[in-house]
């Protein structure tokens, strides 16, 4: 095809979408819905960037009414590359998102057009949400652990930039149409991440285990989600992780020593967890200063003290209220 600044090649195809749980972007996507998005992966000349490095090929995926369109640019002169990336450019703005797995740190800035559209970096959200999972965040791993998806005779990723470079010495290569699959299946991968992904955010993936709750409680305590991460958090100690039940009781003996004024609640609750999670530091102090507090409190008032019959603000159930802050609990 040709644009304005000279000739590029592109490949165009409608693919069915596959098994898709389709999930809703609520206020993670910005107040975009997943449909909203393209999905891009490029392949390059060298794997470090810097004004040396070429984008060769780029492949974006976007829905589509019957399933999934597919487009895939191809750099075939190196002197084509205004063509080529005004047209990726435009066929980015098919859409106002996208998405992109570690493409702000690496595809992004090799592409010297301006992206006026909202950007999602999956790896970022992958690695926070799934790093007690899996040992590597790779998309090879993710689509593998994840996702049930297995390549077969895939090329490996440092071989990429040599076919490219045959290609051009000799105007072929027998590892170029592997390398141009490579990057079909890159982004073919990410519609199905970003919808699981979407439901892990909501705590709507069946799958999630204890320690994925702790990972989603702490990924919504970074986006300043407090009372969905609270949450989150609790599931995870009703589910057997003590370190959440560290976090939680933490949390839970603060507010009541200091804003519900109620230390004798506060010293049952540090009890509770030292004795469902052993000897922790932090839990030792505080009992040991709550001790002091109401002994003094006994001094004084010759009395024990009563604490205030105002409502605590914790269920006593994990899932209990969970649905009015986007996250359920577990089945």
Sequence with gaps: MENEYGLTWRWAEVLPVGRLERADARSELGGLQADD??????????????TGTQVFTAAVARPHPNGVELVQLFLAEPSDEPAFLAALDAELRATPGLATYNGLSFDLPLLRTRWLMARMDLLHLARSLLRP????????????????????????????????????????????????????????????????????????????????????GRHLLRRGRRSAAWRALTVAADLGDLDAAYLVARRKAVVLEWRLKQPAAAMKVVE??????????????????????????????????QDGSQALPFPDQGGHGLDDLGIVGPA
Excluded at 37 to 50: I, N, P, Q, R, W
Excluded at 274 to 294: A, N, Q, T, V
Aim: glycine share 8%; proline share 5%; hydrophobic share 35%.
């Design 37 to 50: 998005f393209s999905f891009l992966d490029t392949e390059t000349t060298g794997l470090a960037g810097g």
């Design 133 to 216: 999972r899996l040992e590597s965040c790779t998309l090879r791993a993710v689509e593998e652990r994840l996702l049930g998806f297995e390549r077969e005779d895939d090329i490996p990723g440092h071989l990429i930039p040599q076919a490219y470079f045959d290609y051009l010495r000799n105007g072929w290569s027998t590892t170029l149409e592997p390398t141009l699959e490579h990057n079909r299946q890159d982004v073919l991968s990410l519609q199905h991440l970003l919808h699981r992904l979407l439901h892990r955010l909501r705590g709507a993936d069946p799958a999630m285990e204890a320690h994925d709750w702790h990972a989603l």
């Design 272 to 305: 509770a967890a030292l004795s469902r999670i052993g000897p922790e530091p932090d839990l030792e102090k505080r009992r040991l200063r709550l001790r002091g507090r109401l002994q003094r409190a006994l001094d004084a008032q010759g009395r024990r003290p």
